[in-house]
C-alpha cells in the first residue's frame, strides 16, 4: 500500500483534522509501543500499520 492511500484511508476513517494527532498519540502495543508516524518511521510496512489501525479501532470490514 503506498502511503498516499495509507494516509487518505487516515482521512477517511478519523477525518482529516483527527487522522495526524491520532497518528501522533495513540501509542498501539500492536506497534511495539510505537505510534503510528513511529512505526512508519520505523520502517514499518504500511499495509501491516494499517491492519493494526483497524483492528484496535474496530474500522468497519467495508472499509478496509
Not at 501509542?27 to 513511529?38: A, F, I
Not at 512505526?39 to 484496535?56: E, I, N, P, Q
Request: charged share 25%; glycine share 8%.
Amino acid at each position: 500500500m503506498r502511503l498516499t492511500v495509507f494516509w487518505q484511508r487516515m482521512a477517511d476513517h478519523f477525518g482529516p483534522g483527527y487522522a495526524d494527532t491520532f497518528a501522533r498519540d495513540h501509542v498501539m502495543s500492536q506497534l511495539g509501543g510505537r505510534t503510528v508516524h513511529e512505526a512508519l518511521d520505523a520502517g514499518w510496512d504500511t499495509k501491516d500499520v494499517w491492519r493494526v489501525v483497524c483492528s484496535v479501532m474496530n474500522v468497519p470490514q467495508e472499509k478496509r
